[in-house]
């Protein structure tokens, strides 16, 4: 606003001190007064594009605030719940290891258990075969 003043300014100043200089000069004073009225116009383009950028970043900066907040919101709120779940993913993973280690030791027994009785069955066997050939003999 100051510098569009001071060249309006400027322009009236050369069109006061056109009259009093000799016709040789008169020239050069008009290209200065066209090219000072050429830097207004840039000028008061500038400014009016400077207004309606205005909005635009004002809405850009709220809209920036509200992205901030809602990134911070969704940290509050997910970062807690995904160490909930991360939690209880990691304790539904261990009972299931605890009950099938469970099931593999009760395997174990039962084969034990059966071997057992395969070699009790087995000398059981062998004993009556052992007393069967001695009546035999």
């Not at 075969?129 to 035999?136: F, H, T």
């Amino acid at each position: 606003k100051k510098y569009i003043l001071a060249a309006k300014k400027g322009c009236e100043e050369i069109l006061a001190a056109v009259n009093t200089v000799p016709k040789e000069d008169q020239a050069t004073l008009y290209n200065a007064q066209n090219l000072l009225n050429r830097r207004i116009q840039d000028l008061q383009i500038g400014e009016n594009l400077a207004l309606q950028t205005i909005p635009m970043l004002e809405m850009m900066g709220y809209n920036s605030k509200n992205l901030v907040a809602s990134i911070h919101s969704a940290f509050v709120v997910t970062l807690p719940v995904f160490k909930e779940e991360l939690r209880r993913a990691i304790q539904q993973k261990r009972s299931r290891l605890e009950v099938d280690s469970g099931v593999i030791v009760n395997g174990i027994e039962k084969t034990r258990h059966i071997r057992e009785t395969m070699q009790e069955n087995q000398k059981k066997n062998l004993q009556k075969l052992e007393d069967i050939r001695r009546k035999n003999q």
